[in-house]
């Protein structure tokens, strides 16, 4: 894989300037004013289960997306990291499960949270590193599933099977930010937040130097680069971005249990920033769109047809298989295709299309 | 051989000042893959600011060697010495972060990065910056130290092309440049001139020769016309053992040299 997102460093005799907001694409306008408004004509279950669901799963994928598009490091432990912050926003804040939980305000519980999460991703990222391709995947994967079995029997701090319930964002400025609108707007400013920073971050040093480690590791070392360090920060800040999506997700259903964060989730991660693509940080917000979609409606159309609803992992299924076979790339890497297609002069069929 | 007089010479000026600290001292270096032994009690010593090729044909363990001293494989046995310092047991970047330098025989560059991004990544590689999740501004150092030495390797016409897109020649002035990055202070070149044009080597030697003098390097190449014009001493190598050493032109008319390497029909890829 070659390096694709860093061409556009700022650089120091760049022509004339433009002024700032004239250097932001079209698309980003259309999209970013499309999503501002979107809660004018939008029902509260679209704004808050579609949009939502989209923009906090999305946030778990993109962590996935920037170890492994930028890192080439497939971490499965991503929605294990989200469960775990969610997790301690439960036991560090309020929830209706007052034995464990500590009550406290949120300006710690959060932070604490983050922090936790934090720290777990880079236990597991310094164990990982030391593995390659599929190694990481099973790595990541047994640690997940450890998550997942402890979280399921552990009575003390996790309260075993059945989680914690009645957690609740707090209400900040007076707002309620449990109602459709309000959570429509805070999920979308995080989950901005996070797009803006993995693609700040993939153009600023530690970012060239992550994928640059990516393909070719040894050279990096022959640069003075710490190879298995930057791989470990990679993992600490991906699970920065994994930790605010499990904390939203949180407080979404308002519940976290050991399901939330299964062997199952995990691999949906996988699948959403696979069937997005995993080369550019807009893929995993437009899987996840995709596989919100097929399961929130998927269930009503298969009704339709006389099928049983429960087949919906189906149709996710064969979508995943038709994606992977026709664009390893995912949907952004069909769209690039697409593109490079309609640039291609149609006389001499010669253009720079895909390989 | 008068350009060659005056670098010994600025060698020797410079080495009362540096004081006695070799630049490189390696000791019994040997090296195994298995039964195979590709270096055999290496001891060589190069001086602060020398200038050494070392030559030999394919498979005599040049490049081997390198791999060594740099770090990219651990010696089997042996001392290695940089500026005074036992780096043996370094990994990579702790020799580089130390000032040694390299560059690969074959480019190991970032092909889908600018040719100035690959130079900053590799000024970033030994400074503090590497970790930075700040995005370099105007102003900064680096990409600034980064800008000048893609123009030492005159390469400052595609400056923002893609490596991938470049001319082989220019792909190894970029690793040359790379390997400028950061103040280093010994480099060994990893035979720089395979491939090139005539232009290009022209080039070349003018690069190497217009070095800083305090900038020693080993440089391994078949081209003897490139390794004599640019180095003060030589090395030859074969089977993995060094097989003598001295001024180039003793080693030119050297007849064991001269019927191994220089000479009939034995003698390996000039270039």
Known sequence: MAITESNTLPRTNSGQRKVWFERIPASYWVVGIALLIMPAFASDFALYQVFGWTFILGMISLSLMFLGGYGGMVSLVQMSIAGLAGYMVAIFGDSAITDISMGWPWYIAIPLALIVAMLFGTIVGS???????????????????????????NYIIFNGFSGFNGVLPPELFGVDWRQSKPFYYLTLFWAAVAYFSVLYVSRAPFGLALQGVRDNPRRMAALGYSVNAHRIAAYAFAALIAGTGGIL??????????????????????????IG?????????????????????A????????????????????????????????????????????????????????? | MTLLDRATSSVSDRLSATGTANALELRQVSKMFGALVALADIDMIVKPGERRAVLGSNGAGKTTLFNCITGDFAPTTGSIRFFGEEVAAFPAQERIRRGLRRTYQISLLFAGLSVLDNVYLACCGVSRGRFSFIRPGRDDALMASAESLVQVVHLDDVRETKVEDLSYGQQRQLEIAMALSGAPRFILFDEPAAGLSPTERRELIDILTGLPSHMGFIIIEHDMDVA?????????????????EGKPAEIEDDEEVQALYLGGEEGLGHG
Do not use: C
């Open chain 1, 127 to 153: 164990l990982a590193v030391r593995t390659e391709g599929i190694y990481t995947i099973m790595i990541t994967l047994a640690v997940a599933a450890a998550f997942f079995y402890f979280t399921r029997q």
């Open chain 1, 249 to 274: 997700l949180t407080w979404q259903s308002a519940q976290i249990s050991p399901g939330t964060a299964g062997i199952g989730p995990a691999i949906d991660i996988l699948v959403i920033a696979v």
């Open chain 1, 277 to 297: 693509g995993m080369r550019r940080p807009a893929g995993p917000f437009i899987g996840a769109f995709i596989y919100v979609l097929l399961k929130t409606f």
């Open chain 1, 299 to 355: 269930i009503d159309v298969l009704l339709s047809v006389g099928l049983s609803g429960e087949r919906f992992q189906l149709l996710i299924g064969l979508g995943f298989l038709a994606i992977v076979f026709f664009s390893p790339d995912g949907l952004l890497g069909l769209w690039d295709r697409w593109q490079e297609f309609r640039k291609r002069d149609p006389l001499l069929d010669r253009g720079e299309g895909p390989l």
């Open chain 2, 228 to 244: 004599l014009r640019v180095a003060e001493s030589v090395t030859m190598m074969h089977n993995g053992r060094i097989f003598k």
